[in-house]
Every structure is written in C-alpha cells, then in structure tokens.
C-alpha cells in the first residue's frame, strides 16, 4: 500500500530530517533597515498632512491678543474694531467656541478683516469683567477704539450664527 500524500516516488522521504531556513546576519540587518525606512516614510509622510493642512494665508493673519490696552491701540491704528472674548478654563461653552467657532476659517477671515481681537480670562482679571458687566460666559463685547460698547453675544453660537450676529452689531454702529 502506497502512502497517500507527501512522499510519492520516493523511498524514504519521511525519515529524512527537515532543513531549516537560517537566517543570515545580512538579511536580518536588511529587514531592520527596511522597517525603519518604513517607520520614517509614515513619520514624514504624516508630517507633511498635518503642515499642508495648516491655516491658509487668509487666516494666518488672525491672532488673539491678551492685553486690551494693546487691542485698543492696535484698533485705532489699523480702524477696525475691538473684540473682547471673556472666558474661562473650565467654561465647556467656551471651549466648544475655542474648538469649533474660531478655529473656522470662515470666522477667522472675518474677525481678522474686522476686529483686533483680545481673550480675557475672568478668573485672572475678575475687574475687568466687573468693568464690562459679564455675568455669563462666554460673553464676546465689541467695542469701538474709543471704548464705546457696540453690542455683545453671551453664550456659544455656531460660526455662521456667530459671523451673523457680529455682522448685525457692526452694521448698527
């Protein structure tokens, strides 16, 4: 009776010990440069995604300043408007502004053509927004250069909502 599989035609093929593959030095130093060139493609390659996808030029011109002495002054030079953001740290509403209302390139266009704009934390500069009359936040106050209050939206507004209601306040002045 013949052996089903395997060792067809040839006598003895089971018994003989199997060769195992060994690997060389030089392919073993192969395979780890190849990983790493991998690793470095994928680094570089997420590198460049997340730089390419960064602010346009339109919007790279928008930045928050922290003093109101300076927006002011900044406002009356360039004559545009004066936009303060009260907020807090732990305020979930302003964060969600932070995240999805300003980071909008919509908005950024238009508060960057628009506005000097200035971020006041509350807790750090409680007088302030005594000053200014906020009692929730966020709280957002236009202001000419001048100091006189425009108008002011309290609570989180989408970025289309937001850009109308800014839109509306400056068109009243």
């Known amino acids: 009776m013949k052996a089903v599989g395997g060792g067809a035609g040839r006598a003895g093929a089971s018994r003989r010990p199997t060769r195992r593959a060994k690997v060389k030095p030089n392919n073993a130093r192969r395979n780890l440069l190849i990983s790493a060139l991998i690793v470095l493609l994928v680094v570089v390659g997420v590198a460049v995604w997340v730089f390419s996808a960064g602010p346009s030029e339109s919007t790279s011109e928008f930045k928050w300043l922290t003093s109101l002495e300076e927006a002011v002054e900044e406002a009356s030079a360039q004559g545009k408007l004066v936009l303060i953001d009260f907020y807090a740290e732990w305020c979930g509403p302003c964060k969600l502004m932070d995240d999805e209302v300003y980071t909008d390139?919509?908005?950024?266009?238009?508060?960057?053509?628009?506005?000097?704009?200035?971020?006041?934390?509350?807790?750090?500069?409680?007088?302030?927004?005594?000053?200014?009359?906020?009692?929730?936040?966020?709280?957002?106050?236009?202001?000419?250069?001048?100091?006189?209050?425009?108008?002011?939206?309290?609570?989180?507004?989408?970025?289309?909502?937001?850009?109308?209601?800014l839109s509306g306040i400056i068109s009243q002045s």
């Open 105 to 165: 390139p919509d908005v950024r266009t238009f508060l960057s053509e628009k506005f000097v704009c200035v971020k006041v934390n509350v807790d750090e500069n409680p007088g302030l927004a005594r000053e200014y009359n906020v009692a929730f936040i966020p709280t957002v106050v236009v202001l000419t250069p001048s100091g006189v209050e425009l108008g002011r939206i309290v609570g989180y507004l989408p970025p289309d909502n937001f850009i109308s209601e």
